[in-house]
């Protein structure tokens, strides 16, 4: 009986939690003080370590990317070693200052709390759940399969990393794919040892996102406010509370689920309640299931932060803005392409409407020099990409063509009317999408022009010029490489940071000191009762969406063996969903305690997105549909079929004819499981050959010479 893989999960998580300061606080601190970006030594020791989490994010994916490209994996942690050492020595240098200054106030305890609680509610979301002898991962496994596999593979292969799960004969590595988030994983991964997978790497990887974009918009509000103590916690404990207001995604889900459950007797989405709609998506469900498109996001915040920061400083402020700013922008386009592509093309518009503007005309040659800085710094790294042939799933050369954003109520009409309709019917798809920051953007407006928008703050015209090539940009263009449009999707996060942030204004005007988002604080945003009203709503139903969106991830699996989903589903054909991934996980780990490294292994390649291969698997395989990034569409359709012949045989009477099939494709090992048709031939294959594992379910054995 094994170890409760939920306990082990949980122990195993903390301790990866507990590492990745090593990636996400020392070096930004390091990198802070000595660069003194944002004041950095001047603030507050919290302040400080808020600030370092925002600037590792943006400065440690770029930078490691060119320890790994150039040296190696070894040199990079090398790297991290330092920054590591040289935190020691300016904490023992200003130890005495530090314990002069450091006070725990309100506002600090409620920060503590806030990321204790984010923590505890990570842990509860990610890590699989163990009931008796079921085993029940979370819907978001569906992406998870594959960035485990990319984070260990980078962790085995280096960078650019080994597809670990295509082997022609020979080892693929992989160029097509923003891979810069997977890195610092990878390095946790390794810093880990056996207490720590690429499974439990990602997760923790995914808690350190959610801490770093609340550092990011710590940071952001704290500079472009000019605010200190306790005005500037109370705006960050605010914007903090905001990423969990979404849009009104609950409303027609439910309307759907409902419909459906009614007459169909199942439950649509298999988990992923943002399909209704071409989505724009809640913070929650961009931080569980696409964590590197927020950090991109991030970095590009942070790029944008240091460009403004150092308006009309010195000179060696603008250096300094620039060459953050510059490294910022690299890691982004190595965290998404398509987050960095929106970011650059907004670079574009701001540095041209710089020129036109006398009083801000100097930011130019910043907006210049960091992007030209970016982009100098990841070339080898975009050329890679640029070179693919457009067979890769997910990027190829970037392109993308014109269409008129998606709006699931016209999507019955003609082509024509459908794209003269959702133009006219924009206003109504954003405003299902965004909900609650909808009207927040007309009231940020409305106050503007009451206040001092005419005034020429640089920071407001940056965000207004942000926002508006998000929605102009993303309403008219979309990406072709995927049937998901991941511009429409991805850029969009740079105009939610934007809408958290003049929520934050409207909501922190109040003088008074309430900090929780309730809808006592709503009523001071507007002398309008109606528009508070309304605003209310709109928050309500917006948490309620995020609510349902962690429902939907964390149960929905269990969901599959109460027979309330329906079977059978993508992920199970009968209501044994947990006791067949309690078999796997334990067959995965025994291949991984039990076999050479360096072994090739192959399970079913028809079957879509195995969730245990990629979750638990720690090996190579010949063909899999997790990571068939660069794999000509031919060549992985011939390999699937002729290897799937092994898995879709019945009534095989010796190994003959599997021993061929793995001799032609280097198959060393390949597991069977309960729903493959081999497994008719279980006894028989057991005869001739002792199986190098077998339970209920699963079943490995060696194949070939």
Known sequence: MPFNFTLQDILRMLFAILLFPAVMVFPGYVLGWVLDIFSFRHRTLLAQYVIAIAVSNALVPAILFLAFRFVSNRFGIGILIIFFVLWVVLHLRSQSKYRLSFEVARWHKMAFAMGGVWIIFCIFLLVDIQIGQNLYF??????FTTRTALIEAISRTGIPLINPGYYPGHFERITELYYFWYIPASVVDVLGGHWVDARIALFAGITWSGLSLVATIATYLRIRNHQSGAKAWRASMIGSQLIAVSGLDFIPVTAIMIAVKTTYGILPFDGRIEGWNMPIMSWLNALTWVPNHVASMAACVISLLAILSSFRGSKSQWLVGVIVAGISIG??????????????????VWGFAMLFNRSQRSMFSAIVASGTLGLILVSQFLVEVLQSDGTSGPIGGLPISLYVRRFTFTGALAPGAREVIGTLFLPVNYFFE????????????????????????????????????VVILLSFVKSTVLVINDLGMRGWLLGQFILIVWAVDILNASSKEQILLTPTLIKTTSSSKRINYLLTILLVVGIMTTALEAASTRFWTILVDAGVVGVPNELSPDTNLGKRTYDARRAYEYIRDHTPQNIVIQNNPATFLDRPSGLYGTRQMVIADRTAYGVPAEVFKDMSTAIGRIFQ??????WIPIDRICNQYSIQAIVIKDTDPLWSSLTVLREHRTPIYVNQHYAVFACSN
């Open 138 to 143: 979370n819907a978001a496994s569906h992406d």
């Open 331 to 348: 890691s982004a386009l190595g965290l998404s392409i398509w987050v960095a592509l929106t970011f650059g093309i907004f670079m574009a």
């Open 434 to 469: 965004l909900g609650f920051f909808f009207v927040i953007a007309f009231l940020w407006f409305r106050q503007r022009r009451k206040l001092d928008y005419k005034q020429d703050n640089p920071y407001f015209l940056a965000e207004t010029l942000l926002l508006a090539t």
């Open 649 to 654: 045989s019945e009534d095989v009477q010796n």
